[in-house]
């Protein structure tokens, strides 16, 4: 395949943009190489610059689970754009996504809608700090939760791609209440808890991790943490920014029946447009202003084409609940598919998967955590990027990242990408 005018878009870009890219992963520094500009996008297909056909299984990182301009979502943006498109006041879209979005997650009565994943997890953490009177947050290493101060410590995502532990810029106050426990590990977390008694106001998690490519928790992880922040006084936070309205129709927290006390969204949630959001049972989500002490806004939070957008592709999931299944289907026959290629052809592999999230691991052990995660062969993952560049398939280029699966996704473009993956798995 030719990019020849995506190179010179990017050439361009560079002079005008840091590293030509509005968010650092999309630089193609973890795979080498220019990045593809794309054009436009229809179903399960990017069509770039260049004139080339890529099927897509970044998807804009998660919120095109229905396909690229998805005729409901694009009809309720075009629709609600001719009424006016921000007023700082508010409107009865607003009431009715939330409704839709409490009625389909378990265990929250109220959600407030912020712009991005990141404002989500930075105003939940706020919250229960507040709530808790506490200062001190529980992560894991590897889990990305956005680029605010208190997350950039060991955060997955672009972050590991670039070798970045601990962004320059965050303070040394900030990260010192940032304290890090080890996914799939119980026992990092009880250390914790015993060396900063009342101290710690909430354990935040990627409930299943997707920001060191896709890792379950074990049976048990969950729970182990719900109790661990029972017995402490601690909040728990599940950070469904990349889970939420994907693996199911209420998250991780219907999926695994596991409580969490504040949940994050982004992504699916905005249906392609700029939203994010955390909820939460009354008694916690009423310590915000202008009710409670807490402080949060948002000149554009609850933005009306942001509203149209996500409601259309709520009700969507909502009322066609099946989705999730196909999705899981869909990933699985993936799985079986790309597990018979990678075995065939001598790649040494572990695969990991929940629902419509998968990740190829290019490792010989269990990859169950950020120091398994990072024990994968790199340049073998790098082979393979181009190598399914090449065949028109475009997954995320690090080999820190989920592939998220769309519903768009035909089974002859899945037939497609086994067999790319088996060509190009012959010259590893
Ligand atoms: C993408 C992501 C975020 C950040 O969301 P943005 O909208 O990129 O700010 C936070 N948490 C998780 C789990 C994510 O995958």
Same mark, same amino acid.
């Given at each position: ?5 995506s ?17 650092? /992963? ?7 190489? =220019?990045?593809?500009?794309? @054009?436009?996008?229809?179903g ?29 979502v694009?009809?309720?943006i075009?629709?609600?754009a ?8 508010? =409107?009865?879209?607003? $009431? ?6 409490v ?13 991005s ?8 953490i ?21 680029h605010s ?12 791609t670039?070798?970045?532990p ?9 990260? @010192?209440? $940032? ?23 909430a354990i935040i ?18 729970e ?16 469904e /920014? ?5 693996l199911?129709?209420?998250g ?5 029946a ?9 992504? /699916?949630?905005?249906?392609? %447009?700029p ?12 310590y915000?202003?202008?009710l ?9 939070s609850?933005?009306? %084409? ?12 909502n ?5 999730f ?5 869909? =990933?699985?026959?993936?799985?079986n ?22 990740s /190829? ?9 950020f ?58």
């Open positions: 395949m030719q990019y020849q005018r190179s010179k878009l990017f050439a361009e870009a560079e002079k005008v943009i840091p590293g030509g890219v509005n968010s650092p /992963v999309r630089a193609f520094k973890g795979v080498g190489g =220019t990045p593809i500009f794309v @054009k436009s996008a229809k399960a297909y990017l069509f770039d610059e260049d004139g080339n056909k890529l099927i897509d299984y970044i998807n804009s990182w998660g919120p095109m689970i229905l396909g690229h301009a998805h005729e409901p694009i009809k309720a075009t629709e609600r001719k009424l006016g498109t921000s007023f700082g006041m508010p =409107t009865e879209l607003e $009431t009715k996504i939330a409704e839709l979005a009625s389909m997650v378990p265990n929250i009565d109220k959600i407030r809608f912020v712009n994943g990141t404002e989500a997890c930075m105003s939940a706020r919250l229960a700090r507040g709530y808790t009177k506490r200062d001190k947050i529980i992560k894991f290493a590897g889990c990305y939760h956005g101060d208190s997350f950039l410590i060991q955060a997955g995502s672009g972050a590991s670039f070798g970045i601990n962004s320059p810029g965050v303070t040394q106050g900030t990260a @010192k209440d $940032t304290l890090l426990a080890h996914y799939n590990n119980l026992d990092s977390v009880r250390e914790l808890f015993e060396n900063n008694k009342n101290e710690i106001a998690v990627e409930p299943v991790a997707g920001n060191m490519g896709c890792i379950p928790p074990q049976k048990g992880f969950l182990g943490l719900r109790s661990l922040c029972d017995d402490n006084g601690a909040l728990f936070i599940f950070d /920014v990349m889970t939420g309205f994907r199911a129709k209420g991780v927290q219907e999926l695994y596991v409580k969490a006390d504040i949940v994050c969204f982004g992504k /699916v949630i905005g249906g392609g %447009l939203v994010g959001a955390f909820a939460a049972r009354n008694e916690i989500m009423n915000l202003a202008p409670g002490p807490v402080y949060q806004a948002g000149t554009l609850g933005n009306p %084409l942001a509203m149209a957008a996500g409601l259309a592709m709520l009700s969507e999931l009322v066609h609940a099946s989705i299944e196909r999705l899981d289907e869909k =990933t699985a026959y993936l799985e598919g790309i597990r018979k290629v990678l075995t065939q052809n001598g790649v040494v592999f572990t695969i990991n998967r929940v629902g419509s999230m998968i /190829v691991h290019f490792n010989e052990t269990p990859v169950v955590d120091e398994t995660a990072k024990g994968g062969d790199n340049e073998m993952f790098k082979k393979f990027f181009h190598g399914l560049l090449n065949e028109g398939v475009y997954i995320a280029p690090s080999a820190y990242e989920t592939w998220f699966i769309t519903d768009a996704l035909s089974y002859a473009d899945l037939d497609f990408t086994i067999k790319a993956i088996d060509k190009v798995s012959k010259t590893l």
